[in-house]
């Protein structure tokens, strides 16, 4: 018991030796602050800070696929401190509104370039005499739906 309590106050003291400085400029998310909280039912299970796997380095890990070491201790929340937790975002909201912006803007734009440009129809549309073939296609007086054709342009003269 001694042993094992004494093996994991080393391997947190080295943990947080480890801890990469933290490039953010301020934390975006709650998951990722460091603070270790308190918690009476982890009983002598190590009390670990709260600090996201996503801010460590892809490289010189046991597990490189998840960020670990072998023997490392898991986080008791390790389902939302792991690298496929909720991601950390260290950039601004006035700068995501921005760049969703941006991104609305240049789909716009290029929408409308695509309309002005379009080319009108190589071919001229069929239509169809008799009043668009009403009689002959079995339309009524009172359909609602009009089982006509395409009507001929009326001469203009």
Do not use: C
């Not at 094992?4 to 400029?25: C, D, F, K, Y």
């Not at 009390?47 to 490189?64: A, F, I, K, M, T």
């Not at 079995?138 to 342009?153: F, K, L, S, Y």
């Amino acid at each position: 018991m001694a042993f094992r309590t004494t093996t994991s106050r080393l391997l947190n003291m080295r943990l947080v030796a480890a801890q990469q400085p933290m490039l953010m400029t301020r934390a975006q998310s709650t998951l990722h602050t460091g603070e270790v909280v308190e918690d009476p039912q982890i009983g002598d299970y190590p009390n670990l800070p709260r600090n996201s796997n996503q801010v460590r380095g892809p490289y010189g890990w046991w597990d490189p696929q998840d960020r670990r070491n072998f023997g490392e201790p898991l986080h008791e929340e390790d389902e939302i401190f792991s690298v496929w937790g909720p991601d950390l975002h260290t950039y601004s909201p006035y700068k995501a509104l921005a760049q969703l912006g941006l991104a609305a803007l240049i789909t716009a734009g290029f929408a409308g370039i695509v309309y002005k440009t379009y080319p009108d129809r190589p071919a001229v549309q069929r239509t169809y005499p008799y009043d668009g073939l009403k009689a002959e296609l079995g339309a009524r007086d009172n359909d609602i739906i009009t089982r006509g054709a395409r009507v001929e342009p009326a001469d203009e003269e």
